[in-house]
């Protein structure tokens, strides 16, 4: 493994929204990144170098001050790794409020 610095143009889309009584919520991301200047060394070239996100997200209010969230997200980057990685998660969101 190596540190890298690149630079290049993105593309993102992202929409989200809820539903049903502002119970859930849901997101979809996509990224795209093409790096046009790069200083590691490796032996891509062309649209092997593309960076790719794409993101999935759903939250189900449970109380007024507790939610569950969970998030699917799949991405690629190849100066670090040259495979797609599949990353899901799930977390229990509390939320307090300190000052009225």
């Known amino acids: ?36 200047a790069h200083n590691a060394t490796t032996t891509l070239e062309g649209a092997e170098l593309i960076n790719a996100e ?10 007024k001050w507790a939610s569950l969230n969970y998030s699917l997200a799949v991405l690629r980057v190849p100066l670090v790794v040259d ?8 977390m229990l969101s509390i939320t307090a409020n300190i000052v009225k």
């Open 83 to 90: 495979e797609w990685q599949v990353t899901n998660n799930l």
């Open 54 to 63: 794409f993101r999935f997200t759903l939250g189900i209010k449970i109380f």
């Open 1 to 36: 493994m190596q540190d890298y610095v690149q630079g290049g143009i993105e593309l993102q889309a992202n929409f989200t929204g809820k539903a049903v009584n502002n119970i859930l919520s849901y997101g979809i991301l996509a990224e795209i990144m093409y790096p046009f």
